[in-house]
């Protein structure tokens, strides 16, 4: 088959012939119908600091995928051939503490599909039985395939219940924007969007942000005063912080009203200072860090925002044969774009 593998240390990817994958005794082999590029999958693509201590080539890369079951293992009994599937890409061990008591999605010794196993950017997948989801038929491959970065959205906006509520979404990469698009469909009464790039804010205001702020043209002072005349001085129900960029979580906690909810999405790259007794203590917030998505009630809850009409067709912007990956990284370095997909 061919796949994109790192071959090497160093930037890069190589599209080469590789062997195709044969299943385990617990395994289905899915002949990839579409996959998606990922933030993480960038970070191998440039080799910088994470992914030098964390990947070992070679490894095909690659987690957000969708296709049909084409062979299973001896002992599979959850799909079958011709099933069409999507895939949790945390394998979690079902041993420890977390597993056992209803928290996988923090499993603490799980292993990531395309980092410590080979990936989706290929034409065939081997994956356990265990993580494949049924996806429905007329959902189409260029989204079906992003269901696994769209949950991060589902559990990160749905922490707690958003109908009739105020949200400030601060950064609009495509998880934020998937997240926009999920308070939408949830009820929101007001959604606000903050991102440095007007080509994100019109995406934003595609999936239903109601306002949107530059915060590069913008200081951070003018756009406090904005969130707050749009919320009659209360400010938000909820933040979603979904940058990991140091103004922008700031602004989250400052813009949240007493009593309300901030949750925190982005990665920052290094450490970042609060004033906790007046960003968090006296206001009595809540705080949700989210990591993954839950397993698998985030999945359920996604396929019934499908059927309650969740539209995230704005959010992928492009799509690619696998050839031409090297385009898709191009286009998510210079952030004109939303979701990429490959073709295998």
């Known amino acids: 088959m061919q796949a994109l593998v790192k071959t090497a240390t160093g930037p890069g990817l190589t599209l080469t012939e590789w062997a195709d994958p044969t299943p385990g005794p617990h395994d ?198 904005a969130i707050l005349e749009m919320t009659a001085g209360e400010g938000v129900d909820a933040s979603l912080e979904m940058s990991g960029d140091p103004t922008a979580l700031h602004q989250a906690f400052r813009a949240v009203k007493n009593g309300g909810r901030v949750t925190l999405f982005g990665i920052p790259t290094g450490p970042v200072s609060f004033d906790l007794p007046n960003e968090m203590i006296f206001k009595g917030i809540r705080v949700y860090g989210i990591t993954g998505r839950r397993l698998f009630s985030t999945w359920y809850r996604l396929a019934g925002l499908f059927k309650a009409g969740l539209n995230i067709r704005p959010i992928v912007t492009h799509s690619f044969p696998l050839k031409e990956f090297a385009t898709g990284f191009e286009l998510i370095q210079s952030g004109q774009c939303g979701k990429v997909v490959l073709f295998p």
């Open 28 to 225: 289905a082999v899915v002949k990839v119908a579409a996959t998606s590029l990922c933030g993480t999958d960038a970070h191998i693509y440039r080799w910088d600091e994470w992914a030098q201590q964390r990947v070992h080539p070679p490894r095909i890369i690659g987690h957000e995928l969708c296709g049909h079951v084409v062979e299973v293992g001896r002992d599979v009994t959850l799909v079958k051939v011709g099933d069409y599937v999507a895939a949790e890409s945390h394998l979690t061990c079902g041993a420890c503490f977390q597993c056992r008591t209803g928290q996988a999605h923090v499993c603490k010794n799980y292993k990531i599909l395309g980092i410590d196993r080979d990936g989706s950017y290929a034409q065939y997948v081997a994956l356990p039985e265990g993580v494949l989801w049924h996806t429905a038929l007329d959902i189409p491959p260029e989204l079906a395939c992003v269901q696994e970065p769209l949950g991060n959205a589902v559990d990160a906006a749905l922490a707690e219940d958003l109908t009739g509520h105020t949200v400030l979404i601060t950064g609009c990469g495509p998880t934020g924007l998937f997240a926009a698009a999920v308070a939408r469909t949830a009820g929101a009464a007001t959604i606000i969007a903050s991102d440095v790039s007007d080509y994100r804010l019109g995406l934003a205001k595609q999936v239903g942000a109601d306002h949107v702020l530059n915060a590069r043209t913008e200081s951070p002072e003018r756009v406090a005063a």
